[in-house]
């Protein structure tokens, strides 16, 4: 007994030191948060300004505005179907990159990161050049009676472009992480690679998986720059909610502050859902 009390007291002694580690603060810490607040006034101010110059009543009014409730619509199905396409697409992409099944791994790796870094005017220039009329597949889609260019396909495939790497790497570190031993485990009872992989690995990653689509399809959602020049800015037909509010400004002003707000609103939820997936505590 004096043996238990003796390892009972020295576990309530380790849980409350612990617990004053995390509630003691760093030193400095008040110097830090005032060091940290120019920049944190500078990113939050803009977004907070432009909230306030919208009330909820503006929002809902300006909703039966044609012009806006065609660019909602258009953005939400669009960004949908890539974010469906790059799931279906990318995520055999993702496995292969996790299992490095490709030779020059990092060469492979950089390329799938490169939209992510070119500017938009070169992403939509370089798809005009891949699937536009003049392209390099443009007389094959032509034969074929295909158009793309200027079209609500082209939406989706600058959105599928600039957006897809977000998945791709976030699913194969999510497939990365699963542990070998658990695969390995799976291939000695029987199980074929595709049943590995379904009952097995896909279980394990969800969480990346999951936080991968929500980001592209947030990425996706705010895409202008590869649109405009690939797809055009035809209302009800190309143009997005990022298109309308480029017109806006130059035509109507609150149909700008309006989609602003809206797209404001689904890129907070999207960025509170992936820290949500990550973790509960996220806001301690």
Do not use: C
Not at 12 to 39: E, H, V
Not at 69 to 83: E, G, M, R
Not at 104 to 121: H, Q
Not at 224 to 233: D, L, P, R, V
């Amino acid at each position: 007994m004096p043996h238990n009390n003796q390892l009972l007291s020295e576990s309530s002694n380790t849980i409350t030191l612990d617990q004053m580690a995390r509630k003691s603060k760093p030193q400095g810490a008040y110097l830090l948060r005032l060091l940290s607040l120019p920049i944190l006034f500078f990113l939050t101010f803009p977004l907070i300004a432009l909230v306030m110059r919208t009330t909820p009543g503006d929002v809902v009014r300006n909703l039966s505005h044609p012009q806006v409730a065609q660019a909602v619509i258009l953005s939400l199905s669009t960004t949908l179907v890539s974010t469906f396409i790059t799931i279906l697409l990318g995520t055999p992409l993702a496995y292969a990159l996790s299992l490095r099944v490709f030779p020059f791994p990092r060469l492979l790796d950089t390329l799938i990161d490169l939209p992510l870094v070119l500017p938009p005017a070169v992403a939509g220039v370089a798809l005009l050049m891949a699937f536009g009329r003049r392209g390099i597949l443009g007389g094959v889609l032509e034969v074929l009676g295909i158009d793309i260019a200027f079209t609500t396909i082209a939406v989706v495939i600058a959105q599928v472009f600039v957006a897809a790497p977000f998945y791709i790497k976030s699913a194969s570190l999510g497939f990365s992480n699963v542990e070998l031993e658990l695969t390995q485990a799976a291939g000695l009872d029987g199980a074929r690679s595709w049943q590995v992989f379904r009952y097995v690995i896909m279980p394990l990653s969800w969480t990346a998986m999951l936080s991968g689509a929500v980001m592209t399809w947030a990425r996706a959602l705010g895409e202008f720059g590869a649109t405009i020049i690939f797809a055009g800015n035809f209302p009800g037909r190309t143009q997005t909610m990022p298109l309308a509010i480029y017109i806006g400004f130059e035509l109507d002003l609150d149909v700008a502050l309006t989609l602003s707000v809206i797209l404001i609103g689904l890129s907070f939820l999207a960025l509170l859902t992936v820290k949500g997936i990550f973790g509960r505590d996220w806001m301690s």
